[in-house]
């Protein structure tokens, strides 16, 4: 097998994973949240992956992803709003005795995002990092 294939696979192993947890959701409201990480997640792919050079620099597709995670992570603080809960969810109660300090994550996310320059892999490179760590700073304190 070589890198391609055995890449392939795992890649299709993560996103079964998702789809599975995304399958046992009965709650709506938590399948709208789910949803909306599952967008800022794949569009966090499509810059990483371009900036790591696993896909080719595109230009358009760079500043459509960036778009994309601006209005999702405007839309966390809606999507959360609404205590709902679910066998398969991972948001922790947390989130709602400490609501500021959640919108202020999900912020954080839209101002990495925002500061994205998408003119090459290497600028996209340089925004990685505080793109990665708002989601390490939300997913740590908030979720399971
Ligand atoms: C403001 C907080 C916050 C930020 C910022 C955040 N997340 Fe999340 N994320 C959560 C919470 C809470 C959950 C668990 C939701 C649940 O299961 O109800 C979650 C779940 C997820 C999931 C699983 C979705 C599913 O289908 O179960 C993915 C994928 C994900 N986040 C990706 C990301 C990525 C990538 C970033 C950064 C670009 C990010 N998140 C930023 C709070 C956040």
Not at 117 to 139: K, L, P
Request: proline share 2%; glycine share 8%; aromatic share 4%.
């Amino acid at each position: 097998m070589n890198i391609l294939t055995k890449g392939l696979i795992a890649s299709l192993v993560l996103v079964g994973g998702v789809a599975l947890a995304k399958e046992g959701v009965q709650d709506p409201t938590v399948k709208a949240r789910m949803d909306l990480m599952s967008t800022i997640g794949m569009n966090t792919r499509v810059l990483g992956d371009m900036a790591g050079g696993k896909t080719e620099f595109d230009a358009a597709a760079a500043e459509a992803a960036k778009a994309a995670l601006i209005a999702a992570s405007n839309d966390v603080a809606a999507k959360f709003e609404v205590q709902a809960t679910d066998p398969v969810a991972e948001a922790k109660p947390e989130i709602w005795t400490n609501w500021d300090d959640f919108v202020a994550k999900a912020a954080a996310l839209t101002a990495a995002a925002s500061a994205v320059d998408t003119s090459s892999a290497a600028t996209i490179q340089a925004g990685m990092g505080a793109i990665g760590g708002s989601c390490r700073d939300c997913h740590s304190a908030y979720r399971m």
